[in-house]
């Protein structure tokens, strides 16, 4: 990645770019779809992994919410990794200083 597009990302507002009502309907929606799925929870240095169940609706659902919340999370960097045989399947959300503590409160 150049220097000029990695500073680009960093200069991103850490917040949701949508209205507040949208806002708070698409929390609703995370907590009760996304939020009930998670297996694990790890910390890492720059955010968070989340484990799911690995069969398909889990990965439908995740690669939706990385699809919406790539729209209104633009400085959130997502990462879906599948294990083998249709094993966990784990999100890891990153971003720049703050964004940690976005994401706690988003799930």
Do not use: N
Request: proline residues 6%; hydrophobic residues 35%; charged residues 35%.
């Amino acid at each position: 990645m150049s220097e000029q597009i990695m500073t680009e990302a960093r200069e991103l507002p850490i917040a949701c770019s949508l209205p507040d009502k949208e806002q708070a309907d698409r929390l609703e929606e995370i907590h009760t779809g996304i939020s009930a799925g998670i297996q694990q929870r790890v910390e890492l240095q720059d955010g968070y992994e989340f484990r799911f169940p690995g069969d398909d609706e889990w990965l439908d659902k995740l690669l939706q919410f990385v699809r919406v919340e790539r729209e209104c999370c633009r400085f959130l960097k997502f990462e879906i990794a599948s294990e083998p045989d249709k094993g966990p399947i784990r999100l890891r959300l990153r971003g720049p200083a703050g964004a940690k503590d976005f994401i706690r409160t988003m799930l």
